[in-house]
């Protein structure tokens, strides 16, 4: 799908960008890989660890916010993966004004910016917490993926097409709940916020996997929300700290007590796969153009996909592995 083609990954020296170039380059012969990120640090360290002769990865200096910069960089893009945000929600509370410019107004000028130039496809990350959104964050990424669904309306006659993946927390990314807790296991006492709460987990690799496999499958204005595993907090914290005290520190603003990944709303659009889950756009002219082979099923009426209400666990033995596996010990 990718061989021979210039992608460009905004937000690209984050944990999911620098995983996603290095399958990317595993998996396929692209003939440029763009980072396009707005840190000059990180793009040097990440050009440290991609350092070869003949890499075909470039990186380019600038933010989602400037059209104009963006403009210039989607010259003779053929797919975008979009992964750039503000996503801390303390932050995102605390300067809303900044969230909004990059989540919402960043999400319009990718779209105006990807039509210009006649970009193929365009895959923007969501979250779950998009899904009936208590905190600003969630809200700037609801309305982003609203963008970038209406964004095929737009397109028109022009041949670019966008798509959405929604997933939850990524075991051992920056700021994750998993080296949080390893952090603090000398200490002897890790914080629970509620003993009831539960959370999806999927591995940054399924993550980087299932958004390349979306990118394949889309037709343009789905909404993907792959099946996970969940487990509860106070099982998590059993596994990664076994000797540790909890200490029950209340839900913090904004917070969930279970995870959403599909809304009863959404639910009235969606059709469930083997492995995932597809929110149909509202536009009559939807459809899959034969790419899914396998053919979905209607989930019922008020259905919805939280972490709670989940058929799949994550078993211990399965998390020491993932733990073991990304070296987070």
């Known amino acids: 799908m990718l061989n021979g083609k210039k992608v460009l990954i905004t937000g690209g020296t984050g944990s999911f960008g620098k995983k996603c170039t290095e399958i990317i380059l595993q998996k396929f012969k692209p003939k440029k890989v763009i980072i396009f990120s707005r840190d000059e640090l990180k793009q040097f360290e990440m050009a440290q660890q991609f350092s070869q002769d003949d890499s075909p990865i470039n990186y380019l200096l600038g933010d989602v916010r400037d059209k104009d910069r963006l403009h210039r960089a989607f010259n003779g893009i053929d797919y975008v993966i979009h992964a750039a ?9 605390r300067d809303p004004f900044e969230a909004i410019k990059t989540n919402v107004m960043g999400a319009e000028n990718i779209i105006n910016a990807a039509i210009d130039n006649n970009v193929d496809r365009v895959i923007a990350l969501s979250t779950d917490k998009a899904a009936s959104p208590i905190n600003l964050y969630g809200a ?44 603090l296991k000398k200490k002897g006492v890790l914080p629970i916020t509620d003993p009831r709460m539960t959370r999806f987990f999927i591995t940054l690799d399924q993550g980087v996997n299932f958004v390349l496999s979306c990118l394949k499958l889309s037709s343009g204005g789905e909404l993907f929300v792959p099946k996970l595993p969940s487990m509860k907090i106070t099982d ?38 083997s492995k995932f889950f597809i929110v149909e756009p509202e536009y009559k002219w939807w459809s899959t153009n034969g790419k ?19 058929s799949s666990w994550l078993s211990e033995d399965k998390l020491l592995k993932m733990i073991e596996k990304l070296n987070l010990t």
């Open 85 to 93: 945000a503000l996503k801390q929600v303390p932050a995102c509370e």
């Open 140 to 183: 700037t990424k609801l309305c982003s993926d609203k963008l970038f669904v209406a964004g095929n309306s737009y397109s028109g006659l022009q041949k670019t097409r966008f798509s959405v993946v929604r997933y939850g927390n990524v075991v051992g990314s920056r700021g994750s709940v998993i080296p949080f807790f390893l952090k």
């Open 236 to 273: 998590l914290a059993r596994v990664v700290a076994p000797k540790c005290k909890h200490e029950i520190v209340g839900i913090r603003p904004g917070e969930k007590i279970h995870e959403v990944l599909l809304s009863d709303s959404d639910s009235r659009r969606a059709i469930e796969y």
């Open 292 to 310: 899914l082979t396998e053919k979905g099923v209607r989930v019922p009426d008020g259905f919805t996909y939280s972490s709670d209400n989940n």
